[in-house]
């Protein structure tokens, strides 16, 4: 069973949609992430929620609004898509939000706006 | 604040040859540390982190790692490179949120390519 699993793998995309990539974790843990990856590989956060509750929001646009609505899940949905979204999102979780803890990435979307 | 800087974007060493990733953070409190690895059109898999237990960290496939506080270093280590090592090589750093932030901040990777 995959620990932590995405959908959609791909996402092509008009700019001016709006979409939503589902992240789902099996590991029964307490915090969920999102990742941001650009082009040149670098990863940022964008969002941390720890028991369905929204911890950090680095500057984010806010046109990318993250929902939980349990536990297990972490969605982000972005409007008004532009070009410079255009990256790989990757969703990651631990057990708590304690510095120390291993998190678990899934296998990434990778968004594509034309 | 917190940052990790990663020394060379791309590395190449020849099979069977040592590993050296270089990675140096800046903190503002005592940090914890992690090697992660990305293969090609994959997520990032934990190859070892530091949590203040002890100073060299051993991880999956033969990797390691040393804590140096006073060069505030942390570099990756493996004695015999494989084939199967190539791939991407994230350091990361975290402080949480009693450091004022919080999740991983990443280096921005280096490229490790694997000569035959």
């Known amino acids: 069973d995959t620990a932590v699993s995405q959908t959609p793998k791909y996402l092509v995309t008009q700019m001016g949609n709006d979409k939503s990539i589902k992240c789902e974790q099996n590991l029964g843990h307490d915090t969920m992430y999102w990742y941001k990856q650009d082009s040149k590989k670098f990863l940022k956060i964008m969002f941390s929620y720890n028991n369905k509750e929204l911890i950090i929001n680095e500057t984010v646009p806010n046109r990318f609004s993250p929902k939980s609505p349990d536990k297990a899940h972490l969605n982000l949905h972005i409007n008004s898509l532009e070009l410079g979204d255009s990256a790989v999102y990757f969703c990651a979780s631990s057990t708590s939000t304690r510095p120390y803890n291993e998190q678990f990435f899934g296998p990434g979307t990778r968004l594509t706006v034309l | ?116």
């Open chain 2, 1 to 116: 604040a917190q940052s990790v800087t990663q020394l060379g974007s791309h590395v190449s060493v020849s099979e069977g040859a040592l590993v050296l990733l270089r990675c140096n953070y800046s903190s503002s409190v005592p940090p914890y540390l992690f090697w992660y690895v990305q293969y090609p059109n994959q997520g990032l898999q934990l190859l070892l982190k530091y949590t203040s237990a002890a100073t060299l960290v051993k991880g999956i496939n033969g990797f390691e790692a040393e804590f140096k506080k006073s060069e505030t270093s942390f570099h990756l280590t493996k004695p015999s490179a494989h084939m199967s090592d190539a791939a991407e090589y994230f350091c990361a750093v975290n402080i949480g949120p009693e450091g004022g932030a919080d999740g991983l901040t990443f280096g921005k990777g280096t490229h490790l390519i694997i000569q035959p």
